[in-house]
């Protein structure tokens, strides 16, 4: 019996929790970020604010917890890459990329605007780093630290900074296209994209 209630009342956490972090997610698409209130977010998630407290200290909190969010989605779905095979050809690499940003588009939209040197760029760009220079170092192509610690600098700074581009433009280019570019220029480079 004590099981079944401490169920019903973790899923009803989870589901205030979810209602909250949509509630304020929807809010971004209408407003500043300074202008949102916990009441505006309370009221958008049709709850009391007490009720928003008993989850969250502030609308500091919600936003931590939705960045962490996508950079755990970002971390498995780069721990289920193969890195060391996607090194040679990157692309699969902007597929997963697109694919996290396609699916949470108003909240990277919203993260990505902040300004380039936000709490949630610096986490993904350290996070590429890292396994990029993993990889690398793994391979054969890249030998010397020197060029990988170059190499992985320039692909994952090169990216995020294409992606917040994007995300702060009118975009009119799809996403994908972005992505499948940014690709073509990692792994070609400018030669690629010239008509000679």
Not at 94 to 115: H, P, R, W
Not at 152 to 158: K, L, P, T, W
């Given at each position: 019996m004590n099981h079944a209630k401490t169920e019903k009342h973790d899923r009803r956490i989870v589901k205030t929790k979810r209602a909250i972090k949509n509630?304020?997610?929807?809010?971004?698409?209408?407003?500043?970020?300074?202008?949102?209130?916990?009441k505006n977010i309370a009221d958008e998630a049709d709850i009391d604010r007490k009720t928003l407290y008993n989850h969250y200290n502030g609308i500091y909190e919600i936003r931590d917890e939705l960045e962490n969010d996508l950079i755990e989605l970002l971390e498995q779905a780069i721990k289920?890459?193969?890195?060391?095979?996607?090194?040679?050809?990157?692309?699969?690499?902007?597929?997963?990329?697109?694919?996290?940003?396609?699916?949470?588009?108003?909240?990277?939209?919203?993260?990505?605007?902040?300004?380039?040197?936000?709490h949630i760029v610096r986490k993904i760009d350290g996070l590429l780093k890292s396994k990029l220079k993993e990889a690398m170092k793994q391979s054969t192509v890249i030998t010397s630290t020197q060029n990988?610690?170059?190499?992985?600098?320039?692909?994952?700074?090169?990216?995020?900074?294409?992606?917040?581009?994007?995300?702060?433009?009118?975009?009119?280019?799809?996403?994908?296209?972005?992505?499948?570019?940014?690709?073509?220029?990692?792994?070609?480079?400018l030669k690629d994209f010239t008509d000679l």
């Open positions: 509630a304020f997610i929807k809010l971004l698409s209408e407003k500043d970020f300074n202008d949102i209130t916990v289920e890459l193969d890195f060391e095979k996607n090194v040679k050809n990157p692309q699969h690499i902007f597929e997963i990329l697109n694919d996290i940003l396609s699916t949470n588009l108003e909240l990277c939209g919203y993260l990505m605007k902040m300004n380039a040197h936000s990988i610690d170059l190499c992985a600098d320039f692909i994952a700074s090169g990216l995020l900074s294409v992606y917040q581009n994007w995300f702060n433009s009118d975009r009119s280019a799809p996403l994908k296209e972005v992505s499948i570019n940014a690709g073509r220029l990692v792994i070609y480079g």
